[in-house]
T-cell receptor, first 115, second 113 residues
Framework: SAVISQKPSRDICQRGTSLTIQCQVDSQVTMMFWYRQQPGQSLTLIATANQGSEATYESGFVIDKFPISRPNLTFSTLTVSNMSPEDSSIYLC????????????FGPGTRLTVT | QKEVEQNSGPLSVPEGAIASLNCTYSDRGSQSFFWYRQYSGKSPELIMSIYSNGDKEDGRFTAQLNKASQYVSLLIRDSQPSDSATYLCALPHYGGSQGNLIFGKGTKLSVKP
């Protein structure tokens, strides 16, 4: 497996502001993903973070709201822009290790509360 | 629309019993299946993967796959209170981006001492 860290672990933000979440892995990975998990719900994929190119967004998620960067094989950021209380959620990054096909490993998550 | 269905529970079992968690899926072409455990307030943890019909055992955990009936299950033997968590079934979203997984809504397991 790999050690995956996320920063910040939690934050309380005011509506209308933006927050950037960082995901760092201690080894090279092939795929990186960003998920959202709302209270009591399962995981919803936001986008696939592609190294050196634009992220691939799932239906219902747009780049203007959730810009994503992945400058190298071990680091990615997700920004939640112009936040509203509906964005209050846990945001998780996950990775697929080199040599694996679909097994995803998750970071510890970022708990975001928007007031 | 690919779907992964799980009974949301809660499933309550006494300590020492066998907990049986089930998952059905709609995509008959699915080849890989994963079970994640998620403790309250924590992120999902991969505990089992299974690719072939039959059983796969890892300690107290056994994953069972029946592709003809399109279900995968997770058995936890000698259940412990520390097994109390939500268990998520997942499988690849073959029509989506490479590596994507589709997650079920999860079954909440409670093991009573």
């Amino acid at each position: 497996s790999a050690v995956i860290s996320q920063k910040p672990s939690r934050d309380i933000c005011q509506r209308g502001t933006s927050l950037t979440i960082q995901c760092q892995v201690d080894s090279q990975v092939t795929m990186m993903f960003w998920y959202r998990q709302q209270p009591g719900q399962s995981l919803t994929l936001i986008a696939t973070a592609n190294q050196g190119s634009e992220a691939t967004y799932e239906s219902g998620f747009v780049i203007d709201k959730f810009p994503i960067s992945r400058p190298n094989l071990t680091f990615s950021t997700l920004t939640v822009s112009n936040m509203s209380p509906e964005d209050s959620s846990i945001y998780l990054c996950s990775v697929v290790l080199q040599g694996a096909s679909y097994e995803q490993y998750f970071g510890p998550g970022t708990r975001l509360t928007v007031t | 629309q690919k779907e992964v269905e799980q009974n949301s529970g809660p499933l309550s079992v006494p300590e020492g019993a066998i907990a049986s968690l089930n998952c059905t899926y709609s995509d008959r072409g699915s080849q890989s299946f994963f079970w994640y455990r998620q403790y309250s307030g924590k992120s999902p943890e991969l505990i089992m993967s299974i690719y072939s019909n039959g059983d796969k055992e890892d300690g107290r955990f056994t994953a069972q796959l029946n592709k003809a009936s399109q279900y995968v299950s997770l058995l936890i033997r000698d259940s412990q209170p520390s097994d109390s968590a939500t268990y998520l079934c997942a499988l690849p979203h073959y029509g989506g981006s490479q590596g994507n997984l589709i997650f079920g809504k999860g079954t909440k397991l409670s093991v009573k001492p």
